[in-house]
């Protein structure tokens, strides 16, 4: 929303890639970690779609309506596949390409448990190297396409994976603060469009950047990562991602650069105080039926289960 640096540097970009490959990653991280504690699926997409689409589908729908969209454009947004050939993204939902990524995601690792068992969820490491190297076949360094950058979620999940299930899952315990300072500006570099085939790499640096910060070691960095603000900025995060296009469409958005900039102030204002409101009251309604939902399914099958290894007459 504001210009980082010399505009020659491409400052925004880079931020930007980074700061989305974390928020893939932790999503993956956190989707498997979810299924490896409960595989039961249903009740995992109902707290996923009572998560993300009442405000998603609000947002979408104001968008529709203003910009007039077509017909496809309606169906291929409101069902997360407008990221896919061909582009049906609209003007003010541009960053809804990373949500119908992540909305993928859970479909397509859900049906794979449906279809494997827990089994299932090895198929997202392997999955995870073949996007990689697809992306590296055919030069896509960034890409808002599914199948070419949905490496930074199974990336995620693979840390999941590893982190429960491996050995050698607490290696991270004896690693110095030091490594997770390089780590840092790896991913600045590996999310950086000048620096070209180091974009493959993106994935796999910010799985070890959250793989280093996982096991608690005291100093400023974790106190930091602990800190009111930044758990204030998790919890209101979403509404944040969602929102915050939408504070300067239109006029908000128009002038030259100072008065452009001069009103961006002001849409940082009304993004938080928006975001806070739905994170607080809309969402948290939503959210709250969604796990009464899902407790009531996974309720329901405890009891199904109970009765079906009872013994016959």
């Given at each position: 929303m504001l210009p980082l640096g010399p505009k020659w540097l491409e400052l925004n970009s880079m931020v930007a890639a980074a700061g989305l490959s974390i928020f893939f990653c932790l999503s993956g991280f956190l989707i498997v970690s979810i299924l490896l504690r409960n595989s039961n699926v249903l009740s995992f997409f109902?707290?996923?779609?009572?998560?993300?689409?009442?405000?998603?589908?609000?947002?979408?729908?104001?968008?529709?309506?203003?910009?007039?969209?077509?017909?496809?454009?309606?169906?291929?947004?409101?069902?997360?596949?407008?990221?896919?050939?061909?582009?049906?993204?609209?003007?003010?939902?541009?960053?809804?390409?990373?949500?119908?990524?992540?909305?993928?995601?859970?479909?397509?690792?859900?049906?794979?448990?449906?279809?494997?068992?827990?089994?299932?969820?090895?198929?997202?490491?392997?999955?995870?190297?073949?996007?990689?190297?697809?992306?590296?076949?055919?030069?896509?360094?960034?890409?808002?396409?599914?199948?070419?950058?949905?490496?930074?979620?199974?990336?995620?999940?693979?840390?999941?994976?590893?982190m429960n299930l491996s050995p050698f899952a607490h290696a991270a315990r004896k690693w110095p603060s030091s490594v997770t300072l390089l780590l840092i500006p790896a991913l600045f570099l590996t999310s950086h469009e000048l620096l070209g085939p180091t974009n493959y790499l993106r994935p796999y640096v910010t799985a070890l950047l959250i793989y280093s910060t996982v096991y608690p070691r005291g100093g400023v960095l974790q106190a930091a990562l602990e800190s009111k603000p930044l758990s204030y900025l998790a919890r209101t995060s979403y509404a944040l991602y969602v929102i915050h296009p939408l504070t300067y469409a239109g006029w908000l958005g128009e002038g030259d650069v100072l008065i452009r900039y001069t009103k961006r102030l002001f849409s940082f204002g009304l993004t938080f105080v928006a975001a806070h409101l739905s994170s607080a009251y809309y969402e948290k309604y939503w959210n709250d039926l969604g796990h009464r939902l899902a407790s009531h399914i996974e309720q329901k099958n405890r009891e199904e289960s109970a009765y079906q290894s009872q013994p016959t007459a």
């Open positions: 109902v707290r996923r779609l009572f998560r993300i689409l009442p405000l998603a589908w609000v947002a979408l729908l104001a968008i529709l309506l203003a910009e007039q969209a077509k017909t496809n454009a309606w169906y291929s947004n409101l069902l997360f596949y407008a990221n896919l050939f061909p582009h049906t993204l609209m003007e003010n939902g541009q960053h809804f390409w990373s949500l119908s990524v992540e909305v993928q995601f859970y479909m397509a690792v859900g049906l794979a448990v449906v279809a494997l068992g827990s089994r299932g969820l090895f198929l997202v490491p392997v999955t995870c190297v073949a996007v990689t190297v697809a992306r590296v076949i055919f030069g896509e360094e960034f890409s808002i396409v599914t199948w070419f950058s949905v490496d930074q979620i199974l990336a995620g999940g693979t840390l999941a994976l590893f």
